[in-house]
């Protein structure tokens, strides 16, 4: 079975401050791991995925994560927030199989950012 | 492009209407699938289509029926809906084994 931790219902920040979600993931066998973001009333949009390689992903709209496979860990960070993205944000995996397979979503954590 | 469409955007029924969801991409994906999300939660699977074959069926009521005529096209039949089955629901696309990538989703209200 595969698991999300987001432990974190909302994370506050000032704009031009740097931010962080927090995941962690439990999953037999190497995972896929993702973020997706969510504005009201939308659909969930892609921001970036971890495989394999270099443990720090960058992404769309200067977002990055940082994977921890000792912590089993995937925090989103960004080194200075926008207003714009005050969202909901989801951390996601799937087992590296091959296979079209069920992305096991964390329960989100919403970001606010202040001016 | 990444893109998925779903239609209609918004849809409101009765308990005992039958009615259709529908999502399209061209993106050459062979991967579709159907997620239920309801309000400040996460989406849920529902279905998986590999190969426009159902591959997953995460133990769905049956008056939920998905459909695949084809490789860019994926339906969800609804019938008989209860008013706890009101819900955004979501489909999404990707190459085997990849990234999934969702459409803006059908706000479904059942009267």
């Known amino acids: 079975a595969q698991s999300v931790a987001q432990p974190e219902d909302q994370v506050n920040v000032a704009e031009g401050n740097p931010l962080t979600v927090k995941c962690t993931y439990s999953v037999s066998g190497n995972p896929y791991l993702f973020w997706y973001v969510q504005y009201p009333n939308r659909g969930l949009q892609f921001l970036l995925k971890?495989?394999?390689?270099?443990?720090l992903v960058k992404g769309s709209y200067g977002f990055e994560a940082e994977f921890n496979k000792s912590q089993t860990s995937f925090h989103l960070k960004k080194p200075s927030a926008l207003v714009s993205d005050s969202a909901l944000y989801f951390c996601?995996?799937?087992?590296?199989?091959?296979?079209?397979?069920?992305?096991?979503f964390g329960t989100g954590t919403r970001l606010q950012v202040t001016l | 492009d990444t893109e998925v469409t779903q239609t209609p955007k918004h849809l409101v029924m009765g308990m005992t209407n039958k009615k259709s969801l529908k999502c399209e991409q061209h993106m050459g994906h062979r991967a579709m699938y159907w997620y239920k999300q309801k309000a400040k939660k996460p989406p849920e699977l529902m279905f998986v289509?590999?190969?426009?074959?159902?591959?997953i069926n995460e133990s769905v009521p049956s008056r939920f029926s998905p459909e695949c005529p084809n490789s860019s096209l994926l339906n969800l039949h609804l019938h008989a809906l209860q008013p706890e089955d009101s819900a955004l629901y979501l489909c999404?696309?990707?190459?085997?084994?990849?990234?999934?990538?969702f459409g803006p989703g059908t706000r479904l209200t059942v009267l």
């Open positions: 971890y495989i394999t390689g270099d443990n």
């Open positions: 996601a995996v799937t087992p590296r199989q091959g296979t079209a397979s069920k992305l096991t």
């Open positions: 289509y590999s190969y426009e074959k159902l591959s």
């Open positions: 999404a696309s990707s190459l085997i084994g990849d990234t999934q990538y």
